[in-house]
């Protein structure tokens, strides 16, 4: 096919530019210079995200643009229709969601944690730290749906203490059989139980522990543990298969807290209600009923009294993903808002043409650019610590949040309608300041984890 010749001298230029062919443009300083000094400087005109991609690993590089191929393909068809249901009897799967979950097991999203042949991710890729794999994978998730994220990544939270107990065994005999499952269109999710109706900062934070009575507690009978209480806010609790549920052993405080792995049909388990919350609402966030649930010695994860190490491991490997989420919804806003700015006109002449416009525009890619550099910063290891993780959390979703308020200030009252998808984005995000801790208690931390140096200053 031939394609029609462009004068590129005669492309327009945003108000107050020269356009990318003026001689005096950034482009053409780049191309008067030598060869070699062009392949050092470089200079194309590609947006913001290819060049971010470019700048990682080849095998991260191809995850990236196959979870964005993903999440445009599957998760942006039904972003708003889902967000916008009837809340939904307990248990029960809406068609869209039911079908998101058979596509994503089957495309691989609900298995990567394991390099294949034992789980979905490419060996090139595996060899990258799990944490910066799922912020790939998260951002461009939430980038387009927070809620459809939640459903498919609060599986990754639910598996994470039973890859962290590092026993072979323990990981072949509960997680492959599900990721077989999965992989055939199946569904098997696992959900991640830690927070209580009367204890949500404290099972986070170890001051709060030090003195919290537990509420779900294990006593022992033959062969096992009888589980009782309630656990609240679980996401994914209603569909779960499996679930990673921690308990106080009777009689003991939190330092005897057992992480067991809870199958859905064991009697005396119940998911009792789901929440009608704010945002992520294709993600339940249930209520769970113990009531004298029999959970055999094999369902010990890592051993008694260890729930408190995979809670806390659990919580440093998933906040930078939350971070991530953060980043997800920052671009969202900052997408649309660019969109918004070029197809509105206002005086004769489109928004994106007002300098303040601009302005604000550079000001949400450069914060979304910044936290997204925060990110993959703390997500570069396969030994994250809980500083840095928490810091990562609760800067990002902070940032987030004065994003979408610029973008939303930007579309005015076209901010509040459903169909501009922004009201959604600040929903979604806003959860983000709150879940895995609170910024608060991330805040707290980032100074429990460096108190050692604090300390030493305060006694030096
Ligand atoms: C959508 C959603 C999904 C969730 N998913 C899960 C899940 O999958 N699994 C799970 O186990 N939990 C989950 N949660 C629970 C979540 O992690 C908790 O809600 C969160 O930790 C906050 O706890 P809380 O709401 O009980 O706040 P509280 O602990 O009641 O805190 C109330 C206020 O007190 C402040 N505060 C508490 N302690 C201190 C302190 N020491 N110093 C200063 N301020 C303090 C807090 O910052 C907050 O402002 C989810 C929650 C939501 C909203």
């Given at each position: 096919m031939n394609m029609p010749e462009v004068d590129l001298t005669q492309l327009p230029a945003l108000e107050g530019h020269v356009a990318g062919?003026?001689?005096?443009?950034a482009r053409s300083a780049a191309s008067g210079l030598s060869g070699l000094t062009r392949s050092v400087v470089g200079y194309a005109p590609d947006s913001l995200w290819e060049i971010e991609t470019a700048r990682l690993p080849s095998a991260l590089q191809a995850l990236r643009r196959k979870a964005r191929a993903f999440a445009e393909r599957t998760l942006a068809p039904r972003a708003l229709e889902v967000d916008a249901l009837a809340h939904w009897p307990v248990g029960a799967t809406p068609a869209p969601l039911a079908s998101l979950l058979e596509e994503a097991g089957r495309a691989g999203w609900l298995t990567d944690m394991l390099p294949w042949p034992l789980g979905s991710a490419p060996l090139g890729e595996y060899r990258h730290p799990l944490v910066l794999r799922a912020c790939l994978k998260v951002e461009e998730f939430s980038r387009v749906c927070g809620g459809q994220m939640l459903l498919l990544c609060a599986h990754t939270l639910g598996i994470a203490p039973i890859l962290l107990t590092g026993n072979p065994n323990t990981i072949r005999r509960f997680v492959l059989p599900a990721f077989r499952a999965l992989q055939r269109g199946e569904p098997h999710l696992f959900a991640f139980a830690i927070t209580e109706p009367g204890a949500g900062s404290d099972v986070e934070d170890g001051m709060g522990a030090a003195q919290l009575q537990p509420g779900v507690v294990a006593s022992r009978v033959d062969g096992g543990w009888q589980l009782n209480g309630r656990k609240c806010f679980i996401s994914g609790g209603d569909l779960a298969q499996s679930l990673t549920v921690f308990a106080a052993l009777e009689g003991e405080g939190m330092a005897s807290w057992t992480c067991f792995l809870v199958n859905?049909?064991?009697?005396?388990?119940?998911?009792?209600r789901t929440e009608l919350k704010?945002?992520?609402?294709?993600?339940g966030a249930a209520e769970l009923e113990f009531d004298q649930v029999f959970v055999p010695d094999?369902?010990?994860?890592?051993?008694?009294?260890k729930g408190w190490s995979l809670n806390r491991e659990t919580l440093n490997l998933s906040r930078t993903p939350v971070a991530a989420m953060a980043v997800g919804f920052a671009q969202a806003a900052t997408d649309i808002a660019a969109d918004f700015a070029c197809r509105t006109q206002l005086g004769g002449k489109a928004l994106v043409h007002y300098q303040d416009v601009q302005l604000t525009l550079a000001q949400m890619m450069a914060e979304t650019s910044a936290i997204r550099a925060l990110v993959w910063q703390s997500a570069k290891t396969w030994a994250p610590r809980q500083g840095t993780a928490s810091m990562a959390k609760f800067h990002a979703t902070d940032v987030a949040m004065r994003v979408i308020a610029l973008a939303q200030d930007l579309l005015?009252?076209?901010?509040?309608?459903?169909?501009?998808r922004l009201e959604k984005v600040y929903r979604d995000c806003r959860l983000t300041q709150i879940f895995e801790g609170t910024n608060q208690i991330n805040r707290l931390s980032v100074v429990e984890d460096f108190q050692e140096t604090l300390l030493a200053r305060a006694a030096g």
């Open positions: 062919t003026h001689p005096l443009s859905r049909d064991m009697p005396g388990f119940r998911p009792v704010m945002g992520m609402r294709a993600s094999s369902h010990v994860l890592g051993g008694l009294r005015g009252n076209h901010a509040l309608l459903h169909a501009n």
